[in-house]
């Protein structure tokens, strides 16, 4: 596989549910993200991940929990979540130079 | 903190017709990079085109091009020969310098297009 891949694809749990979103980018860039797109609003960046170092967490409440275990995989762990997390959670990789991120399908996850 | 402002929430063209899609920013820094991507329904976010602030000549790649005007923090996409599969949602895009060590990436609201036969 090519890009940036997202696994599941689409997810619906239940609010005392706990479930994770799983990334992998075959690019070999040493940034990766962690995006919630809501209907109607801009993306919200929720985490970055530095060669595998966190380096920004935007208040994103403790329900979610990022992971990244090495520079190719993320990890985006879901409990206790809530009916207005549902969105489309996107991830993204990048390279310093030339800058651009390179975005997977997301993952559209509904909670009940 | 750095803004990206998409004031055209939709947008339509004709076929084969040009669109442009408007886009300005705020920041204080003097080197950036500027970026189109495209979302078509339901599908991946792909990098329609990117520009890099040192930069004085527009990016262009085939039908699509920007017009980057510096000074007045603008940075419009404009999409010639439309076609049906050009339809998507549109975000503009801002990233800080390499030099500030931030990875992360300012979005618009987006602009969605749709394209009439």
């Known amino acids: 596989e090519t890009g940036v891949t997202q696994t599941p694809r689409h997810l619906v749990m239940g609010m005392t549910n706990k479930k994770s979103l799983k990334c992998e980018q075959h690019?070999?860039?040493?940034?990766m993200y962690w995006y919630k797109q809501s209907a109607k609003k801009p993306l919200e960046l929720m985490f970055v991940?530095?060669?595998?170092?966190?380096?920004e967490n935007n208040s994103v409440p403790s329900r979610f929990s990022p992971e990244c275990p090495n520079s190719s995989h993320l990890f985006l762990h879901l409990h206790t979540l809530q009916p207005e997390d549902s969105a489309l959670y996107l991830c993204?990789?990048?390279?310093?130079?030339?800058?651009?991120?390179?975005f997977g399908p997301g993952t559209r996850l509904t909670v009940l | 903190a750095q803004t990206v402002t998409q004031s055209q929430p939709e947008m339509s063209v004709q076929e084969a017709e040009t669109v442009t899609l408007s886009c300005t920013y705020d920041?204080?820094?003097?080197?950036?990079?500027l970026f189109w991507y495209k979302q078509p329904p339901s599908r991946q976010m792909i990098l329609v085109i990117r520009?890099?602030?040192?930069?004085?000549q527009n990016a262009t790649e085939n039908r699509f091009s920007v017009n980057f005007q510096k000074a007045a923090k603008s940075f419009s996409l404009k999409i010639s020969d439309s076609q049906l599969g050009d339809a998507a949602m549109y975000f503009c895009?801002?990233?800080?310098?390499?030099?500030?060590?931030?990875?992360?990436?300012?979005f618009g609201a987006g602009t969605r297009l749709t394209v009439k036969p």
């Open positions: 991940y530095n060669f595998k170092e966190q380096t």
């Open positions: 520009q890099e602030a040192y930069k004085q």
């Open positions: 895009a801002y990233r800080s310098p390499l030099s500030s060590n931030n990875n992360d990436m300012r």
């Open positions: 993204a990789s990048s390279q310093e130079a030339p800058g651009a991120q390179f």
């Open positions: 690019l070999g860039h040493n940034a």
């Open positions: 920041t204080s820094e003097s080197d950036y990079y």
